[in-house]
């Protein structure tokens, strides 16, 4: 068994779920521009941020690293404010555009994103979402595990499998 403090407490999405589904010809064919902060792609663009949930069982919390759809003004008044004073004047409404393993109905959720100069956006999900709701409440030590066995997998089970098929 894992040990609390070895729990994964960090993943990050590369893409957007709709971009990175896509091979590379396929991407560079659709016109997909991304960079660690930013993406477009068929009149479509995205922001990268994070989800904190607290640990409720210690210190700390889980983030994911995520993209949420926005619309091109808040985009554009982002991509303009980008890393400047400006930036922590602005706040908008977006979708989450990653699926999120363990919360089926994550992928779509109505996002609040926070901008600040000097750290990734926050994202505040929706309160009618399971992820939503675990965000507002906390992560349990038990929820926590399992999310950890979701993303990784028992690595005793994987150890003793292998070591069957030699």
């Not at 997909?32 to 904190?52: K, N, Q, S, W």
């Not at 004073?85 to 959720?109: C, F, H, M, T, V």
Request: contains cysteine; charged residues 30%; proline residues 3%.
């Amino acid at each position: 068994m894992t040990a609390t403090n070895e729990l994964c407490r960090d993943i990050q999405m590369k893409l957007p779920d709709e971009i990175w589904m896509l091979d590379a010809l396929e991407r560079y064919c659709r016109g997909a521009l991304h960079t660690d902060d930013f993406a477009a792609m068929d009149g479509r663009f995205y922001v990268f941020g994070v989800i904190e949930v607290p640990l409720a069982y210690t210190e700390g919390s889980f983030t994911w690293g995520v993209w949420i759809e926005v619309d091109k003004a808040l985009h554009d008044a982002y991509l303009e404010a980008f890393r400047t004073p400006a930036a922590s004047r602005l706040a908008g409404q977006g979708k989450l555009a990653n699926d999120i393993p363990g919360y089926e109905d994550a992928a779509g959720a109505d996002v609040t994103v926070v901008f600040a100069e000097d750290r990734r956006p926050v994202f505040t999900v929706s309160e009618t979402t399971s992820l939503g709701r675990v965000q507002t409440a906390g992560l349990t030590e038990e929820a926590h595990r399992e999310l950890d066995n979701i993303l990784f997998g028992d690595d005793d089970e994987d150890d003793d499998d292998f070591e069957e098929t030699l």
